[in-house]
Structures are given as structure tokens and as C-alpha cells.
Nanobody, 116 residues
Framework: QVPLVESGGGLVQPGGSLRLSCAAS????????MSWYRQAPGKERGLVAT????????TYAVSVKGRFTISRDNAKNTVYLQMNSLKPEDTAVYYC?????????WGQGTQVTVSS
């Protein structure tokens, strides 16, 4: 019911960069923690990064720490994922998630393919 729309995915060579965006509407965006997850074919969906609604504290999966940066712009109701130094193992569908206590909302995902 709550819209979350991802964009910015595509095909990139190893070592390249992409910036994903997730635009939210229909709820009080500033109250929600925002996260990025990813899922490769035949694999379980896993957490990539999270940013809190209050302090803006960020957390990252070990596999992306130092390469990816999550940020948010509450005035634009948008969360971003800057991805640098991309590797083939980063290939997946990337999903945006909004969380407020037990309330969870998911976007439909955007494909990221890292290949030479």
C-alpha cells in the first residue's frame, strides 16, 4: 500500500559505480528507518545497509563496507545507495525497505549487473 520506487540500476563493469534511489510517498518518511537489501537468483535476500530515522546512524554488511554509502534526504522523501568499486558478486536485484517498529514496506527492486 505504501509506495517505494527504486531506480538507478543497470549494467556496469567491475570497478565501476552506480547510484540507486528509492522515492517514498504516502507516509511520514522521516519517522522510518530505511534499508537496502539485495537478492541474487536462487539466493536469500540479504541486508546491504541501513540508516536510522533519528540520528542518521548507518550500518553496512561486511561485504560492502568501505565501498557503499547509504544516505537520505527527508525533504525529498528519498534514500540513496552510492555503490563504488563494484564487483561481479554485487550482481543482484536491490530492494528498498522502510521500517517503523513492526511496520515493514518493500519496493519492487532494481536490477544491478556487474560484468565485463
Amino acid at each position: 500500500q505504501v509506495p517505494l520506487v527504486e531506480s538507478g540500476g543497470g549494467l556496469v563493469q567491475p570497478g565501476g559505480s552506480l547510484r540507486l534511489s528509492c522515492a517514498a510517498s504516502g507516509f511520514t518518511f522521516s519517522r522510518y528507518a530505511m534499508s537496502w537489501y539485495r537478492q541474487a537468483p536462487g539466493k536469500e535476500r540479504g541486508l546491504v545497509a541501513t540508516i536510522t530515522s533519528t540520528s542518521g546512524t548507518t550500518t553496512y554488511a561486511v561485504s560492502v563496507k568501505g565501498r557503499f554509502t547509504i544516505s537520505r534526504d527527508n525533504a525529498k522523501n528519498t534514500v540513496y545507495l552510492q555503490m563504488n568499486s563494484l564487483k561481479p558478486e554485487d550482481t543482484a536485484v536491490y530492494y528498498c525497505k522502510a521500517s517503523l517498529r513492526d511496520g515493514i514496506y518493500w519496493g519492487q527492486g532494481t536490477q544491478v549487473t556487474v560484468s565485463s
